[in-house]
């Protein structure tokens, strides 16, 4: 009896077990190499593999690293140590290690915000699959919304996005294969000097940057108000008030689209705040009505515009189109059009949590609010910067065009302004 006992817990539990890691064992994947390469604006790390296997990416901060997450794969990366680094060409130190059952990650520690430009598989001509990670040092605040888009994928997103592509651009990389972890003290002094020759976005400067756009002006003066006012005029100078408050504040700092009564236009609006690398994008305007009774402010953000024909892309000088840090000309379509939704669905998270802090900032004057209002305003189409148009109230309103020339009423509507850019800065940018 004791026997036969034995013989149901063997052939139930335990024969199954063996069974099943003797078929996976067959299956697994191979981590077969792993090397780095250094472009003059980004690093890319080159994982080859035995197949190509569901990949899922992780960003996370303390310290910053992505976290690379595939189905338990074995390392068969001859000469190369499962942790190391890239040092001193690249600074990037990895961990090769097999997790929970059935999960295997690599870690990426890069020590600085970076953010992920391609992710992408592609065939290797001696028959293993190339994981390929393209990344360069960014903001912090690019570091949290690519975390955030990230998170925030779906499964077909990140198939589509980690399509093959028909490219090889490795020859024009210095390539560097990972080595002990040992000498990487002598790395971070490489890690400063190294980033002292990159001349991309940002260097040095970790303000928090905010584009302050007064509406209208030159020829075009906006609304005309019910004696007369004229709407440019009271949008630059609440413009200008607004910047000199925030520039009070530490660790930020604004700028204007213009300071001088002259004519921008729209397009041009934003691509100001596109070059500076802007965090945020706050368009100033005074409304107009037909009825003389309309009164009140009102914030509008972009509506939803996932048309990747309608974009308004920032060109490069090779008459690119960039989208953040990407060049799209290179990409595939499919990925094209991803990249872009998720670029408008994290523009468009941000532009409502920065409306939702001034709305509510806002909720506390004596004014009429007219509350939020999603609309396809040209000067709100930066395809990265969060960006929101206040519309600060009627000037066709008698009242509402007295309120907008007493300095003392914009100083507050300013003040509340700037409290709203403030808090959003340190609640979402940390
Ligand atoms: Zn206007």
Redesign the pocket.
């Known amino acids: 009896m004791k026997k036969f006992f034995y013989f149901i817990v063997l052939f139930f539990f335990v024969f199954p077990f063996f069974y099943s890691l003797l078929c996976t064992a067959q299956t697994l994947n191979e981590i077969r190499n792993l090397r780095a390469g250094k472009h003059q604006n980004f690093y890319r790390v080159v994982l080859e593999t035995s197949m190509k296997v569901d990949t899922k990416i992780e960003l996370k901060t303390l310290p910053y690293r992505a976290i690379i997450q595939f189905p338990e794969s074995l390392w068969r990366a001859s000469n190369i140590p499962r942790k190391g680094n890239f040092y001193p060409n690249i600074p990037i130190i990895y961990s090769f290690k097999n997790d929970e059952i059935g999960k295997t990650n690599l870690t990426l520690n890069i020590e600085k915000p970076f953010s992920l430009d391609k992710v992408y598989w592609l065939s290797s001509p001696n028959g293993n699959k190339r994981l390929v990670i393209d990344l360069y040092f960014s903001s912090e605040t690019d570091f949290i919304v690519t975390k955030k888009s990230f998170e925030s994928f779906s499964k077909e997103e990140f198939e589509t996005v980690l399509g093959e592509r028909p490219i090889s651009e490795d020859k024009e990389l210095e390539l560097f294969i990972g080595q002990n972890k040992n000498n990487s003290k002598i790395s971070q002094q490489n890690i400063i000097s190294e980033d002292n020759n990159f001349n991309f976005d940002k260097a040095g400067n970790k303000n928090f940057l905010v584009v302050i756009d007064p509406?209208?002006g030159g020829k075009d003066p906006?609304?005309i108000g019910y004696s007369k006012t004229l709407?440019k005029d009271i949008n630059l100078i609440a413009s200008k008030i607004l910047q000199s408050k925030l520039n009070n504040v530490s660790g930020i700092k604004a700028y204007l689209t213009r300071s001088d009564d002259i004519y921008i236009n729209l397009h041009d609006r934003y691509k100001i705040a596109n070059q500076l690398k802007a965090d945020i994008f706050i368009s100033l305007?005074?409304d107009a009505s037909e009825s003389k009774s309309v009164r009140g402010y009102s914030i509008f953000s972009l509506n939803k515009d996932p048309d990747l024909e309608n974009a308004n892309f920032q060109k490069n000088n090779k008459n690119q189109n960039v989208l953040g840090n990407v060049i799209l000309d290179e990409e595939i379509i499919e990925t094209q059009n991803i990249l872009y939704k998720m670029y408008q669905r994290r523009k468009r998270n941000y532009s409502i949590k920065l409306k939702n802090l001034i709305l509510d900032e806002l909720s506390s004057l004596p004014s009429n609010s007219r509350g939020w209002h999603e609309k396809n305003f040209a000067v709100l189409k930066s395809p990265v910067i969060p960006s929101v148009l206040i519309e600060m109230g009627f000037i066709s309103n008698k009242e509402d065009e007295k309120n907008l020339n007493d300095r003392e009423f914009i100083s507050n509507l300013m003040q509340k302004i700037a409290v709203a850019v403030t808090k959003y800065k340190d609640v979402y940018m940390k």
Do not use: R, V
Request: aromatic share 0%; charged share 15%; no cysteine.
């Open positions: 509406g209208h906006g609304a709407e305007h005074s």
